[in-house]
C-alpha cells in the first residue's frame, strides 16, 4: 500500500545537524560543557523536567493495566482489518460472468471483502440524479438506495420523525443481511441529495486504511496498551486499549445538540495545526475560523461489522429512547460524544499521581489535549454499568475523505495544478501539491469504464450499447493521438487550509451551490459523453470480471453497472430513476436523455430499458 502524504511541506534540519566548529572533532550534544551560569541552570531545569515526566508517566497506569479490563464490554475490537487488494486481478485467473440475468440482487458470497455503497433516498430529484452521476462516472459500485419509495408523508405533511427512524433502521437491516453483506465488507454511507464524488474509490479506499493507521498510532500514544485474551486461550497479550474502525465527516459547528453535551463539549480537539486560520483560530464565535471538530452524519466509512453495530444503537435511541424526531445527525453525534466522554473520564481516573500533575500542569498552561479540562460546562454522562460506549469512531479532520460545507465554503478553491497562478495565489495558506496518489493514479476519463478508448471514434469499432457520436461523445482520451488527459490538469476542489483534495464533497449548509458550483466540479462539461461510456461498459469484458471479483476490483459483487439497486434487491436503470433532470445535470442544452438524436431504445441484460422508453411500464 502507497503512503499518502498531504501536500503540507515538513521542515528538513538534516542540513544543520553535523555543523562544527573548524578543525574540532564534532561531539555530542550531552559531551560539550557548558560555559554559563544560565546554561547550567537551563540544562538541570530541563533534566528536572524529564526525570518528572518519567517518573508522571511510571506512576500514572497507563500501561500498567489488569489482564482483563473492568470495562470488557466497552472494549473495542482490535482484531485487524482483512487487507484488501486494489489491484484488479488478471482476468485470465478468474471466470468471465455476465451481470446478473434477473433483477433480483444476489450475492455469490465471495472470500475476498466487497465495496458496497449506500444512499437513503425515498424519491428521485435533480440532485439524487447529481450524486448517482458522480458515482457512476468515477467507477464507484452500483449504488443501493435505501428507502426507495417509502412514504414519510401523512397527506402533505412530512413526517420527520419517522424519515429520521427510518433512515436508521434501513441501513441497519441491510448490513444485518447476511445474503446481501459479510462481516468484512467495506461500506461506505452518503447523504443522497448533497453530496458529490469527486475522486475515485481506489483513492478514497487507500486514504480511509492511512487515516485508520495515523488514528490508531494515536490513540496508542494517549491511551495506551491493555492486555487482553482475544483467542480466549487464556494467553493475554498486549493491544491498543483503543483502535478505530469507522470515520465520519468532520464540521465546524455543533448541532443541533446542546453545547454542554459531550457530543459538543467532549470532542476531540482537531488534528490541523492550532494556527490552521492564524491566530483567531478556534476563537470566532461564527466558527469560520474554527477547525473542524464535531461528527457530520452526512459520510460514514467502515467495515460492515463497525458499522451496523453503531447503527444498531442509533436505532435502538430512536426506537426505543424517542429519539426518532431530534434526527440521525444528533443521535449520531451523542454516541460519538459519549465514547470520547467515557475515554477521558476512564484515562483519568487510571492516573497516578504522577499523571494527574501532568494533566494539571497541561490544563493550568493552556496547553492539554483534553476536552475536558477546558473552562467550560459539560452535562455529566450517566454511566450504565456493563453498558457499550465504545465503537471506534473517529473523524476526517483534514478532510481527506470527505469535505463538508457549513463555514467551509471560503476553505475551498477550485485548483488545476499545472497552473502556476493558482497555485501561487496569496489566498492560500500552504503551499500546494498534487499529492501522491493522484500522481499515480490513471487518467480522470478511465474510470467510467476501464480499457483502451483511443478507437471509439473508429468507425470500424462496434459496441453493443450506445453507438459512437461526434455530438455526444467527446471526450479528450478517444481518439488516436487524442489528449492524455492527467489529473493535474483539471480544476479539483481543494482545502486550502489542510491542503487536502477530498475524495468527495459534502454540499451541506448553503444549498445554493448545489447550483452554482455544480458546473465548476471537473467531470461536469463532459457529464452526458461520460455517462454514455459507463453505459457503454455495462456489458464489457472488464465489467463481467469486476463482478467475478468483487471487491477486488473494488465493485459490488452483485454486479450490475449502468443503474442501481433498492434495498429491496430491484434494479434501476439511469433513465428509470432519473427522467428529465438534462438540464439540471447536464446543463448542455443537447436535450432529452437518449433521445438526442432520434428515439431508440437499447436494454441490458435483464430485459431493461437503459436508453429509450419502455413501452412495457
Not at 472 to 501: E, F, Y
Not at 589 to 594: L, S
Amino acid at each position: 500500500m502507497s503512503s499518502y502524504h498531504t501536500s503540507r511541506p515538513s521542515a528538513n534540519y538534516d542540513a544543520f545537524d553535523t555543523i562544527t566548529e573548524p578543525g574540532r572533532r564534532p561531539q555530542p550534544m550531552f559531551m560539550r560543557r557548558t560555559k554559563t551560569r544560565r546554561s547550567r541552570i537551563a540544562i538541570l531545569g530541563s533534566v528536572l523536567c524529564v526525570i518528572l515526566f518519567v517518573w508522571g508517566w511510571r506512576s500514572s497506569g497507563i500501561d500498567i493495566t489488569p489482564a482483563t479490563s473492568g470495562f470488557s464490554s466497552n472494549s473495542p475490537t482490535t482484531t485487524p482489518q482483512t487487507p484488501i487488494s486494489l489491484d484488479p486481478l488478471d482476468p485470465a485467473e478468474s471466470p468471465l460472468v455476465a451481470t446478473p440475468s434477473n433483477e433480483t440482487s444476489t450475492n455469490p458470497q465471495s472470500s475476498r471483502p466487497a465495496f458496497h455503497l449506500l444512499i437513503p433516498a425515498s424519491e428521485s430529484n435533480p440532485e439524487l440524479c447529481k450524486t448517482l452521476l458522480s458515482a457512476f462516472v468515477l467507477g464507484y459500485p452500483a449504488p443501493t438506495l435505501i428507502n426507495w419509495g417509502q412514504d414519510t408523508k401523512e397527506g402533505n405533511v412530512f413526517k420527520e420523525s419517522a424519515s429520521h427512524t427510518a433512515k436508521i433502521r434501513g441501513v441497519y437491516d441491510f448490513l444485518n443481511d447476511k445474503s446481501k453483506v459479510m462481516e468484512e465488507d467495506l461500506v461506505l454511507i452518503i447523504d443522497g441529495y448533497d453530496v458529490w464524488f469527486q475522486l475515485p474509490p481506489q483513492i478514497l479506499i487507500r486514504r480511509y486504511h492511512e487515516l485508520v493507521e495515523e488514528a490508531d498510532q494515536r490513540l496508542k500514544g494517549r491511551y495506551g496498551m491493555i492486555s487482553e485474551d482475544q483467542n480466549r486461550d487464556s494467553l493475554a497479550e498486549r493491544v491498543p486499549k483503543y483502535s478505530q474502525n469507522v470515520i465520519w465527516g468532520a464540521d465546524k459547528i455543533c448541532w443541533p445538540n446542546p453545547k454542554e453535551d459531550p457530543a459538543c463539549a467532549a470532542v476531540p480537539y482537531s488534528t490541523l495545526p492550532k494556527d490552521v486560520y492564524g491566530p483567531e483560530t478556534d476563537k470566532d464565535p461564527e466558527a469560520f475560523l474554527n477547525r473542524p471538530r464535531y461528527l457530520n452524519s452526512g459520510n460514514v466509512i467502515g467495515s460492515v461489522k463497525h458499522v451496523r453495530d453503531v447503527y444498531e444503537l442509533a436505532a435502538h435511541k430512536v426506537e426505543d429512547k424517542g429519539e426518532g424526531g431530534l434526527g440521525d445527525q444528533f443521535v449520531f453525534a451523542e454516541i460519538f460524544g459519549e465514547q470520547e466522554f467515557q475515554r477521558e473520564t476512564l484515562r483519568r481516573a487510571s492516573q497516578g499521581t504522577g499523571g494527574r500533575w501532568l494533566d494539571w500542569l497541561s490544563d493550568t498552561l493552556g496547553t492539554s489535549e483534553s476536552p475536558l479540562s477546558a473552562n467550560i460546562t459539560i452535562n455529566n454522562m450517566t454511566t450504565i454499568p456493563g453498558q457499550r460506549y465504545e465503537y471506534g469512531l473517529g473523524l476526517d479532520y483534514e478532510s481527506r475523505l470527505f469535505q463538508t460545507m457549513t463555514h467551509s465554503v471560503d476553505d475551498i478553491g477550485f485548483i488545476a495544478y499545472n497552473a502556476s497562478t493558482d497555485l501561487l495565489s496569496t489566498h492560500h495558506s500552504l503551499p500546494l501539491f498534487l499529492p501522491q496518489d493522484l500522481q499515480t493514479a490513471e487518467s480522470p476519463f478511465s474510470y467510467a469504464s476501464p480499457g483502451n478508448h483511443s478507437i471509439e471514434s473508429d468507425p470500424e469499432h462496434k459496441t453493443l450499447l450506445l453507438p459512437y457520436s461526434p455530438n455526444l461523445d467527446n471526450l479528450p482520451d478517444q481518439n488516436v493521438g487524442g489528449i492524455d488527459v492527467s489529473w493535474r490538469d483539471l480544476p479539483l476542489a481543494t482545502n486550502t487550509h489542510s491542503a487536502a483534495i477530498p475524495a468527495l464533497l459534502h454540499v451541506n449548509g448553503d444549498k445554493s451551490l448545489l447550483t452554482s458550483w455544480w458546473p465548476r466540479i471537473w467531470y461536469h462539461p463532459y457529464a452526458r459523453a461520460l455517462l454514455r461510456r459507463f453505459i457503454r461498459s455495462t456489458q464489457s469484458p472488464e465489467a463481467a470480471t469486476a463482478a467475478a471479483n468483487g471487491g477486488q476490483t473494488w465493485w459490488d459483487q452483485r454486479g450490475g453497472r449502468g443503474g442501481v439497486w433498492t434495498d429491496q434487491g430491484t434494479w434501476m436503470g439511469w433513465g428509470e430513476v432519473c427522467k428529465g433532470v438534462e438540464d439540471a445535470v447536464f446543463g448542455d442544452g443537447k436535450g432529452v436523455w437518449a433521445k438526442e438524436e432520434g428515439d431508440g431504445k437499447v436494454r441490458n441484460s435483464f430485459g431493461k430499458v437503459l436508453v429509450g422508453e419502455d413501452d412495457d411500464e
